[in-house]
């Protein structure tokens, strides 16, 4: 009996490509001693070492840059400098600092562009820090964050268990199944995570809406759709249309009340349901996934997705919005910096992960959608999105059909 091929030890053994004997020239000439010396005295090459001193630099100090930002938010510097530029012994007596104290944080945040100096000894908003006053969703993540760095501290630590932390605590439905009947203090937890969707989802509904047209469609089946601040704003935004939501039942229940302040009960009709165990409600002719796949392994993707395909009439189309990774080729360019972020904030949150627009594309050909495409969108930081429509064609018998990568 044939043994079967290790595609890892084949790939060791493999001849090295151009761009593999290319790297590794450039790395030895990157730890060559006389390197950094000489390039610093050629003016033609000063300032490729000076940015790569810069780009390490941030690295290392990044934990204190997202802890000055932290301590801004606390003590509410953003709002409170919004309203009036005030002076350090303004914002001492305000905030109860000491003012030798504070003004460590102040020098620090108008290094980072979030604040700036004013005339009169005064400090106000920078430009980094005008988003940060109008924008709540952007504080309480800011807040929420700090979980992450909290179960990060010893990395090494983390990933050797890296669901156990505060993150997770806080994610249950991410790495545990929620049941249907849940304590007090569990549906607190769906209460808070909740409200955080919703006050975070701002821009990435911001996205959608200004990428992708609704009029063809009729009705829109909004899937994990947390307390509906994705369908209350595409409602004003199309007012011809129709909506379902479906949500485990705590999260609908919250949900309910907002719609019924927006007066949209006669628009949307709830379908309290878990997408593990339930089939999506059908007569929806467009089925959105925002923020939801990359919460979850490819198995429950996969799941979710044949599901949608299942419940939607032929020629619907499903939407897919969500963070998603880099392609390889683009890894090293500042846009991918973002990347890191999440790869470690879906780590801790669950079994979760980032996936690029083509694991995406492929995962939606299997569950059965053609023509799946991505739409060109603004600011993809927020969210990249991806479309497929439901033909006559079969779906894929399984993911080893098509390559993944």
């Not at 630099?57 to 953003?78: I, K, T, Y």
């Not at 952007?138 to 010893?154: F, G, R, S, T, V």
Request: include cysteine; proline fraction near 7%.
């Amino acid at each position: 009996m044939s043994q079967p091929l290790d595609l890892a030890a084949l790939q060791a053994h493999a001849a090295p490509t151009f761009k593999d004997a290319w790297q590794a020239r450039l790395e030895r000439w990157y730890a060559h001693p006389g390197l950094y010396r000489w390039s610093l005295g050629n003016p033609l090459t000063r300032w490729l070492t000076r940015r790569r001193t810069r780009q390490l630099f941030d690295l290392m100090a990044g934990f204190v840059h997202s802890q000055v930002l932290l301590g801004c938010v606390r003590l509410d510097l953003f709002r409170a400098l919004h309203q009036a530029p005030a002076s350090l012994t303004d914002l001492a007596r305000r905030t109860g600092l000491a003012p030798a104290v504070l003004q460590r944080l102040l020098l620090s945040a108008v290094a980072l562009g979030l604040l700036e100096r004013r005339s009169q000894g005064r400090f106000g908003l920078g430009p980094l820090g005008v988003p940060l006053a109008q924008h709540e969703g952007i504080a309480q993540m800011i807040e929420h964050n700090h979980l992450l760095y909290q179960d990060m501290q010893d990395p090494v630590q983390f990933l050797n268990n890296a669901w156990s932390g505060g993150m997770a605590e806080y994610w249950p439905y991410a790495h545990e199944k929620p049941a249907v009947v849940m304590p007090v203090e569990q549906v607190d937890k769906f209460t808070r995570y909740s409200q955080l969707m919703a006050a975070s989802q701002g821009f990435v509904v911001q996205e959608i809406l200004s990428s992708y047209f609704f009029d063809e469609h009729r009705c829109v089946l909004d899937v994990g759709a947390g307390k509906g601040r994705f369908v209350s704003e595409l409602a004003a935004h199309a007012p011809h249309l129709q909506f379902k939501m479906f949500d485990l039942p705590p999260v609908l229940a919250l949900a309910r009340e907002s719609l019924q302040a927006k007066g949209l009960t006669e628009r949307v009709s709830l379908h309290p349901g878990s997408f593990l165990d339930d089939p999506l409600p059908e007569g929806a002719d467009l089925i959105t996934l925002v923020r939801v796949a990359h919460d979850h392994p490819d198995a429950v993707v996969r799941q979710i997705l044949q599901k949608a395909h299942a419940a939607l009439p032929v020629g619907g189309v499903l939407l897919l919005a969500e963070p998603m990774a880099q392609p390889d080729e683009e890894a090293g360019q500042p846009e991918a910096s973002v990347d890191a972020y999440f790869h470690f904030y879906l780590l801790a949150m669950g079994a979760g992960r980032l996936r690029t627009p083509q694991e995406l594309q492929t995962m939606m050909q299997v569950a059965g959608f053609t023509h799946v495409e991505l739409v060109p969108n603004a600011m993809p930081i927020h969210a990249r999105i991806l479309v497929g429509r439901k033909s006559q064609c079969l779906p894929l018998e399984s993911s080893n059909d098509v390559n993944l990568h």
